[in-house]
């Protein structure tokens, strides 16, 4: 059953075979129907997060409307 899954999840594109060193083990959680989930906790503890802040769009659009804005009364 879950050889017939995961042919068709690579005939549809949704997953292809790959040699990289950071794959995750595959498991197979049986529910009501059976489904493979990767396991990302070994991955997710090595990855280095993003210092940066992420600039909101609304803030930036506020902040050129109003640049624009008082650009205009001159």
């Known amino acids: 059953m879950m050889q017939s ?9 949704i997953i292809h075979p790959s ?7 595959l498991h197979v959680v049986p529910d009501s129907t059976v489904r493979p989930v990767g396991d990302y906790r070994r991955l997710n503890s090595v990855t280095e997060f993003d210092s940066y802040l992420i600039f909101i769009v609304f803030d930036f659009l506020t902040t050129v409307v109003y640049a624009i804005r008082s650009t205009d009364e001159f």
């Open 5 to 13: 899954k995961l042919k068709f999840l690579l005939s549809q594109g």
């Open 19 to 25: 040699k990289s060193p950071w794959s995750s083990p």
